[in-house]
């Protein structure tokens, strides 16, 4: 159970400031990451009433660049590319041919021709590969392996900004946007993005600038949180996480991400795409909360059909919470489910995302 | 509780679950989980209790605690029939972390085995048990 058990994991550059703050050390993903601190709910609501900052250096990196770096992506990504601008940043998930979703993806333009995306940790060995293998079509397209040049921090809660900006020498890019920063002495790739459904940012840094960065943010108050308390966020606001609400067996309509699939862009998997839009999905994944006792727990069936994907106990709303693939038509809000929770029948009630809003 | 305790006045089974026999009262068991226990798991945020009058098979699971995160079965430490649950966790299940040997305590049995808890360790054990 000691963190010194765990065998050969990847440690970030910001293992020793976990270690001195007495984090909880998991496996992740083969990563030796920090699951919480002192405790997930005050990690929770730090980020949600003033600023958390989370270590997700874990989170992989692939750099296209050349005069076809952007053909490539929009053969690849979901999203229209061509919609986005120098300084910007875009969600797509990465198809293959029949619709599944291999990952799900920020994407950054950092250049004309230089793109960065952002993987999960779990699929950038197998993402890179995809794009490797796709890029020679492209011969003026350039595929990078980008994972050792960056350490990634995300910064978020209603203060990060004022708290970022207050060492930054420039006015920080607005949401979905990216823009390159001095912060104290460290260049940074700050970007308007997050997965907490707060305000805030990320920061991609050079590793050795890492620790640095980390203290000086911390030291003007923000708190360190974990990953679970990144989960439970994430899940009260309903962002999806690969490997749970998102797999290769489900396309991005039945997981709601129909907003950033564009088929007319032609991307791998576009066709699958289109005709599962045009013929409405069986499933849908719906989002719900527990009335009474009881905690919905990934893998729970759903009694009538169906199976929950992500659940927890929202930090937030008191009550139990989670994402489920449904029948589509009980996908809809205001239909009660039961779920069956270790054998005890839960009875649950279907909402519009997210579970969570700013003053609820 | 902050700080890693194993009072010297309990029984203690490996899956990490403490009894507590009254010397003047000897067929009764208070049982809960350790400091150890709670500490791996987090913050509780649920228990749900088994039912008075019903019946636990030692080293087997008879309830469950759940954090944020993950939930876990709770081995019976000893054999018996449940007298009493606390239902404050109910209201309050982070007591399981707050003292969990106090106010944190999860049952009481009548115990249907008197040779059972000989074979329970004692908090120099269970201690050593952990440093291995």
Redesign the interface.
Known sequence: MSASSLPALRRTPLFDQHVLAGAKLVDFAGWEMPVQYRGVREEHVAVRTSCGIFDVSHMGQIETSGPQAGQLLQRLLSNDLDALAVGGAQYSVLCREDGGVLDDLFTYRLDADRYLTVTNAANHERDLEWFAAHAREFPGARVEDAIDEWAMLAVQGPLAREIVQAISDAPLPPRMAVGTRRLGGAEVLVCGTGYTGEDGVELLARPEDAPGLWEEIRRRGALPAGLAARDTLRLEVCYPLYGNDLSVERGPIEAGLGWCAKEATGFIGAEAVAAIRAARPRERLAAFVIEGPGIPRQGNPVVGGGEVTSGTLSPCLGVGIGMAYVPAERAVAGTRIEIDVRGKMRPAVVKDKPLYRKGS | MAQASYPEDLLYHPEHDWARIDPADPEHAVLGITWYAQD?L??V??F?PPSVGSTLQKDAPYA?V????A?SDVVAPLSGEIVEVNTAL?ENPGQINEDPYGEGWLVKVRLSDPGEPAVLMDAASYRGSLAG
Do not use: I, L, P, Y
Not at chain 2, 66 to 69: A, C, G, L, P, T
């Open positions: 791996a987090g913050e945020v649920f749900d469950e759940e954090s944020v995160k939930v109910a």
